[in-house]
């Protein structure tokens, strides 16, 4: 009996328990596919909305990147002609500076122009204008040129590069390179010197700037026509004037060349000619033109297309789950190195280029230094010849003169009754006054001779052309020729009284250097006290500078400790602040108006005390307190 009914119960309960285990697991599963299907929801909505945010910033890294580039490109064709420019704005002012030159004298110019004409094979003709605008030239022509930009800007100290014209003797397209005169006394110019040149260094420049197929590059004068540009149709003709882009139908390029006008460096993206394109234009820095390359939209934008693709690929994988989103992850950070990468690559051509134009910028103040060097020996030789004769037969002079003196004196005593002519005579030259007044008139031209010699002899141990290796030179003479050099910067004026110098020479011996070089070092370095000294006297009255006196100070001796010599320069100018003090030393960098420093006088004296010395050059200074350069050179060589 107790059997049955446990079968009965047994029954009983397998019958209500089995749809409630059923139910249980189909609400367990059910729940699982639930949290899945939020899983795979969140994680693809994550997916995408990181695949659609990545895809934004990569694009947008990549086409800065590669617009980055294409400004880069216009920038190094800028440079080309910038330092195609500079070498020949050089060569017109040292032409200028010249004394043939300055003498005015067209048939002493004419043939000495010539000559260089030739000899640099640049320049189509030079010419010689006057204040009143009059222009003769080496091809023979005659002309008025009062009205044309060289001419007007020159003519009040400025060497410039101006907008390519159709010469009028020529019939050219040329640019006309010209530079001041300095007169023999006053400040104004006395004339401008100008050199014509071919424009096709700038045409072959802007012919090799491109970028892919269907690209172009054009350069606009200061005012928006174009000089060069790979439809020549658009170019000036000695008929025909060019016309402006400014004055464009098209908007969007009127736009444009009003930017690069207004010398402003840029990329942005237009239509031109039916056609959407990328315009990277800068401005030149020698000239008041500007250069732009045109690259079509597919150029720039073509290495997109695989950004492209991946994104649709991303789409259709997402519908695979999990193992799409991981490809995506993959495909990202391979795209994120190429953009890390292209960033990369163009940082270091950013920083080539910067190189590039440092080091240019030093072969062409070396090569200006070099010149200038050989013009001041070859000055210095040709005056040491005559004044050396002069000196030489002075005393041969005060010899005789004093002898045929002691002749009247005798012939005086010998014959105390001369006839009334030879009184008269006598009395008319007055000859007692003669008598003492010729040897002082001897004595002071010998003195004079003298003192030109001692100007040569500064000119040519300033120079030391002849001294290319290292040797023990006296650092005293090299800082007392300097400052007889920089004399007439020294000497009081009606504005200002003059600088005083205050000479601390310590017991130094010979050091082993460059003699030259450092020497210029010195020269740089007092140049700049100088100009500081003079910034300053423009805020303070006359009587200011009489009671407080602009000084320099020059103070020599030895650092034992480092077996070095110690030269420091101190001047109580203007001083200078916190950021100029750091960057005093650094390439083109300068305080100085346009025209009168281009930031390279700090350092070449920093690169040939430190590379070439293997010395230091540190500044101290202080706004409103002066400046002090301390300068260490080895005794000897560490080289």
Same mark, same amino acid.
């Given at each position: ?16 328990? !089995?749809?409630? #285990?059923?139910?249980?697991?189909? =609400?367990?599963?059910?729940? %699982?596919?639930?949290?899945?299907? +939020? /899983? *795979? ?92 605008? !009059?222009?003769? #030239?080496?091809?023979?022509?005659? =002309?008025?040129?009062?009205? %044309?930009?060289?001419?007007?800007? +020159? /003519? *009040? ?106 010398? %402003? ?375």
């Amino acid at each position: 009996m107790m059997l049955k009914l446990r079968k009965v119960w047994l029954k009983i309960t397998s019958q209500w328990y !089995a749809p409630t #285990n059923k139910n249980y697991y189909s =609400l367990k599963w059910r729940s %699982r596919n639930l949290l899945l299907l +939020s /899983i *795979v929801v969140i994680l693809s909505i994550s997916i995408s909305v990181t695949a659609i945010t990545s895809y934004k910033i990569i694009k947008g890294l990549l086409l800065n990147s590669l617009k980055e580039q294409a400004l880069l490109k216009t920038q190094q064709g800028e440079n080309d002609i910038d330092n195609w420019l500079a070498i020949r704005k050089t060569e017109i002012k040292t032409l200028a500076n010249s004394p043939v030159v300055r003498s005015l004298d067209w048939s002493v110019m004419e043939p000495y122009l010539q000559s260089e004409v030739k000899r640099l094979q640049t320049f189509l003709l030079m010419s010689l204008s006057i204040p009143d605008g !009059a222009l003769i #030239n080496t091809q023979g022509g005659r =002309l008025n040129v009062k009205d %044309r930009e060289f001419f007007q800007r +020159s /003519i *009040v100290g400025e060497t410039i590069a101006a907008d390519p014209i159709i010469g009028r003797t020529s019939n050219q397209l040329q640019i006309q390179i010209s530079s001041p005169i300095p007169a023999q006394t006053g400040t104004k110019p006395a004339g401008v010197l100008m050199g014509g040149i071919p424009i096709n260094r700038v045409v072959e420049v802007i012919s090799n700037l491109h970028q892919g197929k269907g690209s172009y590059a054009f350069a606009l004068n200061s005012q928006g026509v174009p000089i060069a540009h790979p439809n020549t149709e658009l170019i000036g003709t000695p008929e025909k004037a060019a016309e402006s882009f400014l004055n464009s139908p098209n908007p969007r390029l009127a736009e444009i060349v009003q930017q690069m006008v207004a010398k %402003r460096t840029n990329i942005e993206f237009a239509q031109l000619d039916g056609k959407w394109s990328y315009v990277a234009y800068t401005p030149l820095k020698e000239a008041n033109w500007s250069v732009a390359l045109v690259v079509p939209q597919e150029n720039i934008e073509s290495p997109l297309q695989a950004l492209n693709l991946l994104a649709t690929v991303l789409g259709g994988l997402l519908l695979v789950g999990l193992i799409s989103a991981w490809r995506q992850v993959q495909l990202y950070e391979q795209i994120r190195d190429r953009a890390l990468i292209s960033s990369q690559q163009a940082h270091e051509l950013s920083k080539t280029l910067k190189e590039l134009q440092n080091t240019q910028a030093q072969l062409i103040h070396t090569e200006k230094m070099s010149s200038l060097g050989q013009m001041v020996a070859g000055v210095a030789h040709e005056i040491n010849n005559p004044a050396n004769f002069i000196h030489a037969n002075l005393n041969h002079a005060s010899e005789y003169s004093a002898g045929i003196l002691d002749l009247l004196k005798l012939y005086e005593q010998t014959y105390p009754n001369p006839t009334a002519e030879i009184s008269d005579r006598a009395q008319d030259l007055d000859i007692e006054f003669l008598a003492e007044d010729l040897p002082k008139l001897m004595a002071s031209m010998q003195v004079g001779t003298k003192r030109i010699r001692e100007i040569v002899l500064s000119l040519r141990n300033f120079s030391r052309l002849d001294e290319a290796d290292m040797k023990f030179v006296d650092i005293h003479e090299g800082l007392d020729n300097a400052l007889m050099i920089l004399n007439h910067r020294l000497t009081a004026t009606p504005n200002q009284p003059k600088i005083q110098i205050i000479k601390k020479y310590g017991d130094l011996p010979l050091v082993e250097c460059y003699a030259g070089q450092l020497n210029q070092v010195f020269m740089n370095v007092l140049v700049n006290a100088i100009d500081a000294l003079e910034e300053a006297s423009q805020k303070r009255s006359f009587e200011a500078l009489e009671n407080n006196p602009n000084q320099i100070k020059l103070q020599t001796q030895i650092d034992k400790s480092s077996d070095c010599a110690i030269v420091q320069i101190y001047d109580n100018g203007i001083g200078m602040s916190q950021d100029v003090k750091q960057r005093v030393f650094d390439h083109m960098f300068t305080t100085k108006p346009v025209g009168k420093g281009i930031g390279l006088g700090m350092a070449i004296a920093y690169q040939i005390v430190v590379d070439k010395h293997a010395g230091t050059i540190e500044v101290d200074s202080t706004p409103g307190c002066g400046t002090e350069f301390t300068i260490c050179i080895p005794l000897i060589s560490k080289n």
